[in-house]
């Protein structure tokens, strides 16, 4: 929704966006709540649904990168709302999930905003053939930064 709204009124764009994100990172608190508080009632629900493989691999990531697997989930195309329940699972330090998700989905979104405004209709196109894309080009970027970092 954000992409044809901020189409239609491209000088309301970064608001749209804010709304936006906020709304997904209280979306990513409630599936923490959830994950954090009643995980053992979902769990076999959600095993039988497609997500239990992206959760299994949230929980592998979460051991390893933390803060960054809520990045990367926030900006990429990756099921951000399986990797916050993974998150309250861990318990993950609040505030860096918080942090992490603001960035993440506030990065995602204003930039669809953002092109939305600048590329109109054309880049709407553009968007939807290589948001995808574009996400995973993201994750891979970061990924090589962290372990540069690291290492």
């Known amino acids: 929704m954000l992409a044809p709204m901020s189409l239609a009124n491209p ?18 608190l409630f599936g923490y709540l959830i994950g954090y508080f009643a995980f053992d009632a979902l769990e076999l629900w959600l095993r039988g649904t497609h997500y239990w493989a992206a959760y299994e691999q949230a929980v592998l990531w979460f051991k390893e990168w933390g803060f960054w697997a809520i990045f990367i989930a926030g ?64 994750v891979v970027a970061v990924v090589a930064g962290v372990v540069v970092y690291r290492f």
């Open 11 to 28: 000088r309301r764009a970064f608001h749209f966006a804010l709304l936006t994100t906020l709304a997904s990172v209280a979306g990513g």
């Open 75 to 138: 900006f990429s195309p990756i099921p951000y709302k399986v990797f916050t329940i993974a998150a309250g699972v861990a318990s993950m330090a609040l505030l860096p999930f918080t942090l992490a998700s603001f960035v993440g989905r506030g990065a995602r979104f204003f930039l669809v905003a953002g092109l939305m405004a600048w590329g109109g209709e054309r880049m709407e196109g553009v968007l939807r053939t290589y948001v995808d894309r574009i996400g995973w080009a993201t």
